[in-house]
């Protein structure tokens, strides 16, 4: 592998897994532009839509279970936030959801992939403009729209599988906003049930074929090393100011997107 390609698929891991441990999200909605555009900038490499959905669903994967073991440490001083029942109910239909997009996306054209990522990103800048309203209440006494719960999660699970992505740029304002969770709950639920999203993912993505091996182990490796970076500093800096930049972000890369689509 060339060396020049390694350092770039380490450093894009690492960025999307840092957003992922500062935000709360899961990194595909800023490794998926990034794959798709950055190694062909720089002369590196030039992959399609298929194979940047393929690492970057195993970029989630790992990032998302970096998060998970490091949310567990941490309940172990304190009671855990995290709701087992809602896990159960969007954990289960987001893992059906997309184990179908994971194993659909090798059916797919490029384009289309590229035009569903284009409409998530929309969704989700949407989505992240509504202001939290999550209640207080405790999680064990947490009490949600179990249908609003099982439809969203496995629509969410499909599209976020077809390009490659734990959906929890679009599960976290679900939750606050539709199923009115407390924010602290949602955002330990929705590590949980992206993890679990995450495995439908990477078994579909192995089941459709198309995932180049190097690149994304070396995207993997920058992921372990992001992620708790992430976690670290989220607790320091201002993050509503960073949410907005993500907005920003997000934004920019949505109209490269549609600009290659139109």
């Known amino acids: ?93 987001i893992l059906a959801g997309s184990l179908i997009g994971g194993f659909v996306s090798g059916m797919l054209e490029g384009d289309i992939i590229n035009l569903i990522y284009g409409i998530l990103a929309v969704l989700a800048v949407i989505l992240m403009l509504i202001p939290n309203k999550g209640t207080e209440e405790k999680g064990k006494d947490l009490q949600f729209n179990t249908f609003i719960a099982i439809v969203s999660a496995f629509i969410v699970g499909i599209v976020s599988g077809i390009v490659g992505a734990g959906g929890a740029f679009i599960l976290i304002p679900v939750m606050l906003t539709l199923l009115h969770i407390p924010a602290r709950t949602t955002i330990a639920s929705s590590l949980a049930i992206v993890f679990i999203s995450a495995i439908g993912g990477v078994v579909g993505k192995i089941t459709g074929g198309a995932i180049p091996l190097w690149p994304t182990l070396f995207t993997v490796i920058g992921s372990l090393i992001g992620a708790p970076l992430g976690s670290t500093i989220s607790a320091k800096l201002n993050v509503k100011v960073l949410r907005y930049a993500l907005i920003i972000l997000i934004s920019l890369t949505s109209i490269k997107i549609w600009s290659s689509i139109l």
């Open 1 to 93: 592998m060339d060396p020049l390609l390694m350092i770039i698929m380490v450093a894009l891991g690492l960025i999307g897994s840092f957003f992922s441990g500062l935000l709360g999200i899961g990194g595909a909605i800023i490794n998926y532009p990034l794959l798709l555009y950055v190694p062909s900038l720089l002369g590196a490499a030039q992959f399609n839509a298929h194979e940047v959905s393929s690492i970057s669903m195993f970029q989630v994967f790992f990032a998302s279970l970096a998060g998970v073991l490091a949310f567990r440490k941490k309940s172990k001083t304190g009671p855990s936030l995290v709701n087992k029942r809602l896990v159960l109910y969007m954990g289960t239909s």
